[in-house]
C-alpha cells in the first residue's frame, strides 16, 4: 500500500464528528455539559476527548499573561489563542470570548468583532457577557449566523463597577436583576448562558426558569453544565484561588519538583547523559 493511501484510511478511520452549539443547546435539563477553559494547543489536547466545550476564556489575559483583570485582553490576543484552539480539536465545540471593548458599543461593532473571530479561528460561537443592555446585539448576532453563549452575574469584564470580583445576586433586588439578564439573554437567541458567581438559590432557580442551558461556575450544582479555569483546578494557577475552585490536581507542585530537579542537574553536570547527544562513539 502507498504512503498517501495509508494516510487516508487513518484519518477516516479516526475522524470525529464535532458537537455543534445545537447539541449543546438541546442538552438542557438532560446529560451535564463539560466545559473547561483552553488556551493552549497542547493543553487542549489533553482537554478535547472528555469535555463538550472548550472555552477560549478571556480569563488567558490573567492565566497566560499576568494582567490583574480580562479588561487588557485584546481581540488579537483572543484570536490568536482561538485558532490554536480550534486547530488543536477535533471534538469539542470551540467557543471563544468576545474582548473588553470590542462589542459593547453597538450591535453592529459586535457583529464585525464576532465575525472576525469566526472567520480567523474557525470556532463555533463566541461569549460575551451582559444581561438586558446586551439583550439586542445577541438577537442581531444570533439572526446573522453568530451563535451567543450569554454570561450574567459575576461579569469579569465589568469587575469595577461591580466593585470586585465578589459573589453576585446578594438581596432581592440583585437576584430579581440577574433573572431578568438571564430571561433577556436568553430570549434573545443565546444558545447557553454562562451563570458565574451568584448565590446558589439564585442560579437554581435560573436554571429552572430559563429555556436554554445554563453553564454554572461559583454557582449551583442545578445548572445544566460546570465550567472551570483548567489552570485553576489543575493546580498550575496560584494568584487568585476562588471558593469554588476545586484542585482536581496539584500540577504547580510536581512542576516545580521537576524544574528543581533539572536545574540542580545541569549545576551538577549530570544532564544531559551522552545518551541525549549525537554522534557519541561508542568505546
Ligand atoms: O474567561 C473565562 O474563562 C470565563 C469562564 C471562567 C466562564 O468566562
Not at 455543534?20 to 478535547?48: F, N, Q
Not at 432557580?205 to 460546570?226: F, K, N, V
Request: hydrophobic share 45%; with cysteine; aromatic share 6%.
Amino acid at each position: 500500500m502507498a504512503w498517501g493511501e495509508e494516510d487516508r484510511r487513518v484519518s477516516v478511520a479516526t475522524e470525529t464528528k464535532r458537537i455543534s452549539v445545537r447539541d449543546i443547546r438541546e442538552r438542557k435539563g438532560a446529560e451535564p455539559i463539560v466545559v473547561l477553559t483552553a488556551y493552549t494547543a497542547p493543553m487542549t489536547v489533553l482537554l478535547d476527548p472528555h469535555v463538550d466545550v472548550l472555552l477560549v476564556g478571556d480569563s488567558l489575559g490573567m492565566v497566560v499573561y499576568g494582567l490583574e483583570t480580562t479588561l487588557g485582553v485584546t481581540l488579537e490576543m483572543m484570536i490568536a489563542h482561538g485558532a490554536a484552539v480550534t486547530r488543536a480539536s477535533r471534538r469539542a465545540c470551540v467557543v471563544v470570548d468576545l474582548p473588553f471593548g470590542s462589542y459593547q458599543e453597538s450591535p453592529r461593532a459586535a457583529f464585525r468583532t464576532a465575525a472576525r473571530v469566526m472567520a480567523e479561528t474557525g470556532c463555533a460561537a463566541v461569549k460575551l457577557e451582559g444581561g438586558v443592555e446586551m439583550a439586542e446585539t445577541v438577537s442581531f448576532l444570533a439572526a446573522r449566523g453568530v451563535p451567543v453563549m450569554g454570561h450574567v452575574g459575576l461579569r469579569p469584564q465589568s469587575v469595577h463597577a461591580l466593585g470586585g470580583f465578589r459573589a453576585q445576586g446578594r438581596d432581592e433586588a440583585a437576584a430579581k436583576a440577574i433573572l431578568a439578564d438571564a430571561e433577556a439573554v436568553a430570549a434573545a437567541g443565546a444558545f447557553a448562558l454562562v451563570v458565574e458567581g451568584v448565590m446558589e438559590p439564585l442560579a437554581r432557580q435560573l436554571t429552572g426558569q430559563i429555556a436554554i442551558p445554563t453553564i454554572g461556575i461559583g454557582a449551583s450544582p442545578a445548572c445544566d453544565g460546570q465550567v472551570l479555569v483548567t489552570e485553576d483546578m489543575l493546580g498550575l494557577f496560584n494568584a487568585f484561588r476562588p471558593k469554588f475552585v476545586k484542585r482536581f490536581a496539584e500540577l504547580g507542585e510536581q512542576a516545580e519538583a521537576a524544574i528543581r530537579t533539572y536545574a540542580g542537574d545541569v549545576r551538577a553536570r549530570r544532564f544531559p547523559g551522552l545518551e541525549h547527544c549525537f554522534g557519541v562513539r561508542k568505546p
